[in-house]
């Protein structure tokens, strides 16, 4: 239910309000009946954590970039297959730990792919086609990898985060 991420976290936080509302009914409320500070004092909180919470909907709450047609199980054996990781270290991908290339370890949270594309699937899938297609002069050569293969290793590198 990744889409769902930020209900949840807004989910989270009230419940957490309302475990510091019984708190503060304990504490206060019970000596005082008429207590405006303390009520102020919660609607503070309130729109605080709500702040909060809409402002973590960021990077992390963000959810897996869907590719169409991409498969991350197939992926990952691609990946493997065609040795991808003889340059660049992939987590879950056997023996993929060289630093020849870039990491790829948190791949699923970068902004840009070879720090030119902006990266979402269509992108990420023709670079992995023909990177220097993409970038003139780059140092990752272009691997004989079919359009098809490129959606389902995409769809793996999206679950890196
Ligand atoms: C011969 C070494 C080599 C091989 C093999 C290789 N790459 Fe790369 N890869 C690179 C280099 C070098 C870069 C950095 C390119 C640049 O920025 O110009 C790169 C960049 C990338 C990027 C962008 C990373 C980033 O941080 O922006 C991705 C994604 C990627 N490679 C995926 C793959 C996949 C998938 C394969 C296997 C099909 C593969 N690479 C095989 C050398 C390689």
Known sequence: MQGCAPLKKIHDVFALLYGFF???????????????????WLLAALACALACALAGCGDDAAPVQRVAGGDPARGKALLMQFQCGACH???????????AGPPLDTFGRQSYVAGRLPNYPEPLVRWIVDPPGVKPGTLMPNLGVSP?????????LYTLR
């Open 22 to 40: 019984r708190f503060l009914q304990e504490q206060y409320v019970r000596e005082t009946p008429r207590c405006p500070t303390g009520a102020a």
């Open 89 to 99: 270290s992939i987590p879950g991908v056997e023996a993929a730990r060289s630093t």
């Open 148 to 156: 098809e293969d490129a959606r389902h290793m995409a769809a793996y």
